[in-house]
């Protein structure tokens, strides 16, 4: 979805619908991303372009833990400034940036709307993708699901012969 910097009048703009996110643009194991919903108003402020909205949605991540599908939900506002061309004041890029607020440039004739919100989308992704916080991912060592149950490998584990179990053993002194 395209919005041309002529159609956004003194007024400002609202826009919503759906639109298809990028997934290149988010850094994260993904299986599909689909539609974000998105609701939007653009204004034009001095010589630049504020975009304030949500976006709404899911994408289908892969948790990093045990490789399964898992659903992100996300309903995220957004508030940033799109500054059409580069600003040459010095002055006013120092205002901007001493303000608390996201701003861009873009060179074009139009906005991108797949571009920003899928950018939007990135920035909230959690740190850590995994399809819960109790996620056991799987045995380093044959591989297993272990959400799905332990596998012989537990049942070895005191062991001598399991390769970590001269771990327990060491004893980490403390220096003071
Ligand atoms: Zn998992
Ligand atoms: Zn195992």
Known sequence: MRIFFDAIKEEGLRWDGDVEINPAMID??????????????IFPV????????????????????CLEEFSYKYDIPFDL??????LSGSEEE?????????????????????????????????????????????????????????CDCKKNEGDEEHPFAVLKSIKIEKKL
Not at 81 to 86: A, R, S
Not at 98 to 114: A, K, P, R, V
């Open 46 to 65: 001095k010589s630049y372009f504020r975009i304030k909205g949500t976006a709404a949605g899911e994408i289908q991540l892969i948790c990093t833990r």
């Open 94 to 150: 120092i205002e901007l940036k001493s303000d608390d607020l996201d701003f861009s440039f873009n060179h074009g004739e139009y906005i991108d709307l797949q571009d920003v919100v899928s950018e939007q989308i990135a920035l909230t992704l959690p740190l850590k993708q995994v399809c819960s916080n109790e996620c056991k991912g799987l045995c380093s060592n044959c591989g297993k699901n272990l959400n799905t149950g332990d």
């Open 28 to 41: 994260a194991e993904i299986a599909s991303t689909g539609d974000a919903h998105i609701k939007i108003e």
């Open 81 to 86: 400034y799109l500054v059409k061309e580069p």
